[in-house]
T-cell receptor
Framework: SYDLTQPPSVSVSPGQTARITCSGD??????AYWYQQKLGQVPLMVIS???QRPSGIPERFSGSSSGTTVTLTITGVQAEDEADYYC???????????FGGGTKLTVL | QVQLLQSGAEVKEPGASVKVSCQAS????????MHWVRQAPGQGLQWMGI????????TYAQIFEGRITMTRDTSTNTVYMTLSSLTSEDTAVYFC????????????????WGQGTMITVA
């Protein structure tokens, strides 16, 4: 099976930069998306197609891609950014949606 | 305002089936594909399948094949997800989520989510 691998947790202090990675063999050929899910809320897309920021998402959120790894970067982390973050892509045939296991971002 | 309104929480016995509804407003239901995603307590997101609302054709995640059905009623702007042969492992919040692009193709990403429906199997 094809998996997307994320670190279970990342911790940063306010104002620092948080980087959350997601690895998968098909990522060089398939787009990745990132979702933020705060406690008790529904997921919210924060990055689309590897690097695009949807309307209304703060500029401190950015995405990048290199080989089999995509990265969500939050520059100047704020307390309100504390949440679970999920990467999402599709399988090699483009039929099935895949989610990473999620990364809990803790703002110290 | 585009919204997805889901049906309320349910408690089911093992072996039973559950049907969750998702009513769309603010856009034409058949213009966008619809997905279902679930999240077990304290766990991550799990994709269940996609419904081409226009054609009625569905693709299901292999893990659910044989016990999941996605349907729609365009007259009421509602899509449905039925999951059968429930076990305790199906206890989760179930979300409907709209695909990001309209038309025949699906991007297989999600821009609008329902509020979630808690299904407890006990």
């Amino acid at each position: 099976s094809y998996d997307l691998t994320q670190p279970p947790s990342v911790s940063v202090s306010p104002g620092q930069t948080a980087r959350i990675t997601c690895s998968g063999d098909a990522l060089p050929k398939k787009y990745a998306y990132w979702y933020q899910q705060k406690l008790g809320q529904v997921p919210l897309m924060v990055i689309s197609k590897d690097t695009q920021r949807p309307s209304g998402i703060p500029e401190r959120f950015s995405g990048s891609s290199s080989g089999t790894t995509v990265t969500l970067t939050i520059t100047g982390v704020q307390a309100e950014d504390e949440a679970d973050y999920y990467c999402q892509s599709i399988d090699r045939n483009g039929d099935y949606v895949l989610f990473g296991g999620g990364t809990k971002l803790t703002v110290l | 305002q585009v919204q997805l309104l889901q049906s309320g929480a349910e408690v089911k016995e093992p072996g039973a089936s559950v049907k969750v509804s998702c009513q769309a407003s603010g856009y034409t239901l058949s213009d966008y594909h619809m997905h279902w995603v679930r999240q077990a307590p304290g766990q991550g997101l799990q994709w269940m399948g996609i419904l081409n609302v226009s054609s009625g054709f569905s693709t299901y995640a292999q893990i659910f094949e044989g016990r999941i059905t996605m349907t729609r009623d365009t007259s009421t702007n509602t899509v449905y997800m039925t999951l059968s042969s429930l076990t305790s492992e199906d206890t989760a919040v179930y979300f409907c989520a709209r695909d990001t692009i309209g038309g025949e193709l699906a991007e297989r990403a999600f821009d609008i989510w329902g509020q979630g429906t808690m299904i407890t199997v006990a």
